[in-house]
């Protein structure tokens, strides 16, 4: 499998400005005959076989090499790499993570769900406090579709909170839905922590994201994740003014509902 994993890359835009100063890493398999397969098919699978470390730490190393192949280009993003439970509160992984991200050209963050802590939250919260004391950010990822909970949430050394894309979805047709993102945005700022609003995939969800306060947009609206190259020309062409997002045919998402 590991000789067929890909990485992939989808820009984070600071809400306000329209800057771009991040990025998600997301893995993909390239199947010799099932063809592109995303994460959601075979992460479970990689975790049932005890891959994920290896995985992970392959991820890793390959996001350092292509964050400096695009600083060489004059593109100095932050990248973020998504952590599973498998490896969140293993400390020699721990250990090994903070030696391997020194060598980076750029902050590399770490990205969690709120259910990766709940196989070993004490183990899980040494290495998060581990990752923050060195510099490295922490961003609670899909927050809202697990359990949610203000225990964890107070005790988690994060930078950032990802309101799940469920919710964004349903901004202009819901009468919950602005609540609760209204609500958790003011909860995270009070908790110093910047929030990013994952599947934002139209301009009136933007506007209303704006109008919340919200610092971060990711989503269809602004890029699909995308590959090295892709990305290079896409910041290339924002700094020319020639184009506010990546054409629709670069997808190597698998699936609609992944990432984005």
Known sequence: MRNELFIVHQPKMRARTGEITAVETLVRWQHPTRGLVGPNDFIGLAEERGEMRRITEWVIRQTIREQKSLAACGHAL??????SAKVLADRDFADWALATVREAAG????EITETAMIADPHGALRNLHLFADAGIKIA???YGAGLSSLAYLKQLPAHELKI?????????????????????IDLAHALDMEVTAEGVDSPAAMALLKVMGCDV???????MPMLLGELRAFLDARENGAVDRIPTGFNWLGKRTEKG
């Open 140 to 142: 609670i990822d899909d």
């Open 217 to 223: 947009v990711q989503g269809f609206l602004l890029a």
């Open 107 to 110: 902050p590399i963050g770490f």
């Open 164 to 184: 799940d894309r469920m919710f964004i979805s349903g901004l202009s047709s819901s009468h919950r839905d602005p609540l609760l993102v209204r609500s958790t």
């Open 78 to 83: 932050a990248f973020n790499v998504n952590l």
